[in-house]
């Protein structure tokens, strides 16, 4: 699988994440980090790989920071 191949796939897994949990915990980028190489392995997976998709899900405005006495990515509010 080609590294864009997968960042794609990471970036939808953790979008997917968000979406879930969203409005019931926020997730710092480290915590994607953790999850991501949890649920693809970290032979796979890695900080800047992560790093990768969190920028594509942010650049695409799938998703946004928040800050909330810290640096969170959440879904953009409505509207």
């Known amino acids: 699988m080609s590294d864009e191949a997968l960042i794609n796939e990471v ?3 953790m979008y997917d994440m968000v979406k879930e949990y969203h409005g019931k915990k926020n997730f710092k980028a ?3 980090t953790k999850a991501m190489k949890q649920k693809f392995g970290e032979d796979k997976v890695n ?3 992560c790093k990768k998709a969190i ?3 942010i650049d695409s405005g799938r998703c946004t920071y928040s800050y909330v006495g810290g640096s ?3 879904l953009p509010a409505d509207g």
Do not use: E, P, S
């Open 11 to 13: 970036a939808d897994a």
């Open 30 to 32: 480290m915590d994607l």
């Open 47 to 49: 900080k800047a790989l």
């Open 55 to 57: 920028r594509q899900l």
């Open 72 to 74: 969170y990515i959440t």
